[in-house]
Each structure stands twice: as C-alpha cells, then as structure tokens.
C-alpha cells in the first residue's frame, strides 16, 4: 500500500518541487519515498512514489520497482500474487523478492494489461515501458485505490490524492462549486453520477479502466471490466454454499501480510461475518476497534459486545465526543481535499487514529455486502416487485409486513407497493432535497438519474449503488482515513469471483424469511453469533450530528456563523434556525454535517 504520483509532458519539474510531493506523501508510505525521471523524445516524465510495506519488508521491494526497461509506480496489494507467482515460477519465470509489486510488474511484462484479468487485488498503477514508449495507468476493478489526473498543455499530472497534483503543478486548482452545491442538495449519493471533482479539471481514471499515454500526449482508454447480472438457476443451497466458499476464500487471501491486522467492528453483519470468519475459520488472532453512538438509532453496543464475547478477542471502544469535534473535521477535510461525505467517515476516522495508536498497518472493513446481499431497505420494496408474479408473493408481503416495516424510516419506503405503483420510482434516494434547494442563495436543481446496467429492477439499483452511488463514496472516504494515519484498508466483499458468483443468484434466493442478506446470513452460519446474525434491524455505522457537534455552544455557533463563502451559496438565517432544532430528522442532520463540511472545505480553499 503506497502513494504514487507523476507527470508526462513537455516541461521539467524542479527538484524541490519532487522533494515537497514525496514529503506530502508519507503518510500514504511512511517507510521509503523515491523519484525516477526519463526523457524521450521531447517529452519528461517522473514517477513518484511512497510505500508502507506490508509485503516482503526487505528494500529489495521498495518502489518504483525496474525489470527490464519496465517502471512500475504502484498503489494497492495483489491478494493472490502467491497463486500467480507460483505459475509464472513454472512456466521458468524468476523472482528476485517476495513482492506482489514484483508478480504484478512481472506480470504485466510477460501479458500486458491482458495480466489483468487473474490478478484479485485492488492497484492504482503507472507503468513505463521504456521500449514503447507507453505510460499505463490503471485502477482496480472495484476502485478500492484512487488515482486522479489533470491535463493541460504542457502535458499530464496524476496522482492519489490531489493535493499531489497541485503540488507538482506549482498552482493551485479552482474549486468546482457546482460539486459542492450537489453534495449539499443532493448528498454523497450523487457526487459519482457525472466525472466532475470538486475542483476544476480534475478527473480520476475510472473503476475498472487503463489510460495508455504514448509519446505524441495521446491518451487511449480501455475498459477492462464490465460488472453484469447474469442470473443462473440453481438452488438456495447451492446459491449459500458458493457464497460461503468464495467469501471464505476472499478473507483467506486478505489475511497476507507481514504486518499486523485490525478489524472494524460495527454491530451489523458485514464486519463481525468477516471477523468471525477471520476469528474461527483462519485462526487469526483479531483485535477489533468499534465506535459508540448514544443515540439508540445508532447505537449497536448489545451486538457488537456479542461478537467479543463469542471470539474472546480484544476491543478498544470509542466513544463518541463533542469536544473539538469541529477542529477534527477541519484536519479530515484538509488531508482529503474535500468535504467529507458523510458523517460515517467522520466516524470510521476515529477508528483509523485508534488503530494506527496501536501499531497496526492493515484494517478491513465490510464494504458493500449490502450491494452484493440486499442490504438496503429500498431492497425489499424492490425484491416485492421483482416477486410479484409468483406464487408465494403474498408469503413475501407479509413477511416485509411482520418483520421488516417497523424498522424503517423514510416515508416513501414504508409503502410495500412502491414500486408495484410506479417501477421508476426513486424520490427516496434524494430524500428533502427540494426542501435544502431552498436553503440556497443561488440556483441549483439536478434530478435524479440512473444508469442502466441490467433489466432487472432490483439488481439494477443495487449496481448503481456498487458502481455509482454508494460504494465508490465509501472507497474514497475509507483510503483516505485509513492513509491518514499510514493504514491499508482491505474490504473483502469486493472480490471479483465472490461478485460475479453474488450477481448469478436468481432474485428469489435473495431475501427470505424478512431476512435481507439473506444468502449471506446462512453463509455464515455457525461461524458468526445468532445475536448478530439473526438482527433484523439495520443502523449502519452511522451517528447523529447532533452526538458530534454541540450547537449550544457558543464558540461553535459563532463559528459556523462567520463570514466565509459557504454564505455566497447558502441563507445563514435558515442555518440559524437549523440550530435550533434538538431532534433532527436522519436527512436534515445529514445537511447539516454537510453544510459545516462543506463551510470548512471552501474555507481551506478559498
């Protein structure tokens, strides 16, 4: 796990200013920073790159790595480099280290990007080939691993964190109002569905895509993973068999590291499955971080004491506070170079310094099983439609009836008929966004819009939010808390054989018994508790704004009410009048975390 930056093009880049970006980035490497430069043609190009050596910690590894005219600048891990190594070593092929950073250079020597396709891992990469004169970049199929890139004239900037970027331009990018303007109307659901960034000209290479940059500054795109549904017939058991073998294999090949290991643990299903399975299954010696809300929507305390007690595995406890709560989220928003997306990751960046205090280099997390399993609740309103022509659909109804509508909030999710109404529903997702527009000094409207990726209705919303919508929000929120404070993040629901095998399961297996996540509750079964894996009752890792920020107190009103540029977009009176609300509904406390991000992002960049 690394951070890499660079640039190809017509000008030369000063050395102190190579000096400044290495040093910008060791917190994504703290262990080794170097730079190698070429020139061709009329053209310079450097890579740059930092490591945290979490595999082979021998400086033999350390990047960039050179094989034979190759450069390799390289963010992320190969989970399965052993099983890869392993068949190059018999079709004769040598290895000087222990390295995935070698197997993935190796690798892209002996197939090119074709090599791709048998790696499982999550990168972010530059290769050079010195003979070819070609400069690939990639990102991961999933986009665990970022890597932005801004083009000009003078030729092609990129790195994993912008802040890279401006520093080895020498100038300053100008914010993209109109992305901030969505977060605070729409929220983080829609900051993914154009390519804009919060800053202009900034985009990044897309999840599952390769760049090829040849001499003339030419740039071709290939897309080289195309995520589908493609639904088999089998049955439930054999639908709950596959999952378990394939996550159990994902945890297995996640659990490589020459560094010690840490698990978030929530209260939900996602991380304590992965835990127990790390636990019970692999015989890893676990120790496990968990937040604390004490506001009972989002306190999960019962469950997550549960998962200790059946591991008998150690727990360092966070408590939620509200002192200096606004002085944290201005360093958070400071090292992300944007408004952070939700309260969540004000949350999970608590459990990053935790874990960092403790000397661990690796944590996982249980990023997307809700995209994979049904997790959502708009999920059983969707798994209803999609049920509606069978026989047993009334078995489906009421069991959402008795087990699943008291737990829901929204308004327009507690109507079993939603989408047998109206399939093209989707006012939920943007909920009271009509409501914050007015809050604005400026004009602002954007509709919903969806992408379609399969004919199915449920599996189409739960693609757009692995794709779209929501895990690539959370991908950009756990690399950047976790790099933070030096720490690799591995999430192993995002597993391309674990997906492929999740997205074949036909519809009905999904959600039984007003169960979602179903198949992966079963899947799991006998490994993880009954008390977490039975619960019903979805809260997230979620917090209230309210638990975080006290707007009683004077020095913090004072403080969001100063004059900045938050004040050229928004009403500051209707801010006012927010502060004064004690019991905040879920979609206006989100607005309101966003507005106080979104004040101290423009402040930091103004």
């Known amino acids: 796990m690394c951070g890499i930056a660079g640039f190809i093009g017509r000008r030369e880049i000063e050395d102190q200013r190579i000096t400044r970006t290495l040093d910008l980035m060791k917190s994504r490497g703290p262990d080794h920073q170097r730079s190698a430069q070429f020139q061709f043609k009329n053209l310079n190009l450097y890579l740059l790159n930092s490591r945290l050596s979490i595999i082979d910690l021998d400086p033999r590894s350390n990047p960039p790595m050179v094989i ?86 003078e030729g092609l900037y990129f790195g994993s964190e912008i802040k890279f970027l401006t520093s080895l331009r020498g100038e300053s990018f100008s914010i993209n109002k109109n992305q901030v303007l969505r977060y605070l109307v729409n929220g983080y659901k829609s900051l993914y569905k154009t390519k804009e960034t919060y800053f202009e000209g900034i985009k990044e290479v897309p999840a599952g895509h390769n760049l090829v940059i040849n001499s003339d500054l030419e740039i071709t795109t290939d897309k080289y993973w195309r995520p589908e549904y493609k639904p088999i017939t089998m049955t439930l058991e054999e639908a709950i068999e596959g999952a378990r073998t394939r996550l159990f294999e994902s945890v297995k090949i996640r659990l490589r590291s020459d560094v010690p290991l840490a698990f978030c643990l929530s209260g939900g299903i996602d991380s304590s499955a992965l835990t127990s399975i790390a636990a019970k299954v692999f015989s890893t010696d676990v120790s496990t971080y968990s937040i604390i809300d004490a506001d009972p929507r989002y306190n999960e305390q019962e469950n997550i004491q549960a998962t200790i007690d059946d591991l008998g595995c150690q727990n360092t406890l966070i408590h939620l506070e509200k002192e200096r709560s606004l002085d944290r989220m201005r360093r958070i928003v400071s090292y992300h170079d944007s408004p952070i997306a939700t309260i969540t990751y004000y949350v999970h960046n608590y459990i990053s310094e935790a874990i960092s205090k403790a000397g661990c280099k690796v944590a996982f997390s249980g990023t ?126 995002l597993d391309s054989r674990l997906f492929n095998f999740c997205y074949s399961i036909p519809p009905e297996h999904l959600i039984k018994n007003g169960y979602g ?90």
């Open 368 to 493: 997307s099983a809700d995209e994979l399993f049904t997790g959502y609740y708009d999920h059983f309103n969707l798994h209803l439609y999609e049920m509606q022509k069978r026989d047993d659909f009334q078995d489906y109804l009421q069991d959402w009836k008795k087990h699943v509508s008291g737990f829901i909030r929204n308004p327009f999710l507690k109507n079993s008929e939603l989408y047998l109404d109206d399939p093209k529903s989707r006012a939920h997702i943007y909920l009271n966004n009509d409501e914050f527009e007015k809050y604005l000094n400026v004009p602002f409207h954007e509709e919903f819009s969806e992408t379609h990726f399969s004919d199915s209705l449920l599996r189409n919303r739960m693609l757009n939010e692995l794709l779209i919508e929501a895990t690539p929000v959370v991908l950009h929120e756990d690399d950047l808390n976790s790099m933070m404070y030096s720490i690799e993040n591995r999430s192993p629901f």
């Open 517 to 606: 996540k179903y198949i992966l509750r079963e899947a799991v079964k006998g490994v993880l508790n009954d008390k977490v894996r039975l619960d019903r009752q979805k809260k997230g890792f979620n917090a209230s704004v309210l638990s975080v920020v006290d707007f009683n107190n004077k020095e913090v009103r004072e403080d969001l009410l100063t004059d900045g540029p938050i004040y050229e977009l928004l009403d500051r009176n209707k801010i006012v009048s927010l502060f004064k609300n004690d019991e905040l509904t879920n979609s206006f406390s989100k607005f309101l975390f966003n507005f106080i991000n979104a004040k101290i992002f423009l402040e930091l960049n103004s």
């Open 68 to 153: 034979d005219k190759n450069t390799l600048a390289y963010n992320g891990e190969i989970y399965n480099y052993l099983e890869v190594r392993e068949s190059m070593k018999r079709r004769g092929v040598t290895f000087n280290t222990d390295s995935d950073t070698e197997v993935l250079l190796r690798s892209l020597i002996e197939e090119g990007t074709a090599a791709l396709s048998k790696l499982e891992g999550m990168w972010a990469f530059a290769q050079f080939d010195e003979t070819r004169e070609l400069l690939t970049l990639s990102r991961d199929r999933f986009g665990e691993k970022p890597l932005y890139y801004f083009q000009s004239n």
